[in-house]
């Protein structure tokens, strides 16, 4: 029995996730750099439209699911 409850604390440890602040703040700042990003592609800038947009989702995404 001890086997079966080991297995059953490692999956709810899994699924259990808890942000914080700092989890939000990421998410917020990649989802404004995504806005920002997209809206000087369409005005036609070809330098910074694409570096906002793989910052947003390549540094802010993955850090505000990564950090604790």
Do not use: H, Q
Not at 31 to 39: A, T, Y
Not at 42 to 47: A, K, M, N
Not at 57 to 65: A, E, Q
């Amino acid at each position: 029995m001890a086997k079966k409850e080991k297995k059953e604390k490692k999956s709810e440890a899994l699924i259990e996730v808890k942000f914080t602040k700092k989890n939000y703040l990421l998410f917020g700042a990649g989802l404004i750099s995504l806005i920002i990003g997209f809206i000087l592609l369409r005005t036609g800038d070809i330098v910074l439209a694409p570096i906002l947009l793989v910052l947003g989702y390549l540094v802010f995404f993955p850090l505000g699911i990564l950090l604790k």
